[in-house]
């Protein structure tokens, strides 16, 4: 009873660190897909944003202006 016990205890360890590793895997591609044009993106470049690119832009202040 106590093998069997401590079988199912390891094989949850090993499937939440498989599950972990699987959401920063996704976590990176979407960063990637989604998120590579940033200031950042440009000065690792040396490269400068498109015309009228502003990351000045506070986007979190859009919605408190009336």
């Known amino acids: 009873m106590k093998k069997t016990f401590g079988?199912?205890?390891v094989a949850i360890i090993v499937l939440l660190?498989?599950?972990l590793s699987l959401?920063?895997?996704y976590e990176t591609h979407y960063y990637h897909r989604y998120n590579h044009h940033t200031q950042?993106?440009?000065e690792h470049?040396?490269?400068p944003p498109p015309a009228g690119?502003?990351?000045e832009i506070n986007v979190y202040d859009r919605h408190h202006r009336h």
Do not use: K, L, T
Request: glycine share 12%; net charge positive; hydrophobic share 45%.
């Open 45 to 47: 470049r040396h490269m």
């Open 17 to 19: 660190g498989f599950v």
């Open 7 to 9: 079988n199912i205890a």
């Open 53 to 55: 690119v502003n990351f």
């Open 40 to 42: 950042g993106w440009y």
């Open 23 to 25: 959401s920063s895997c």
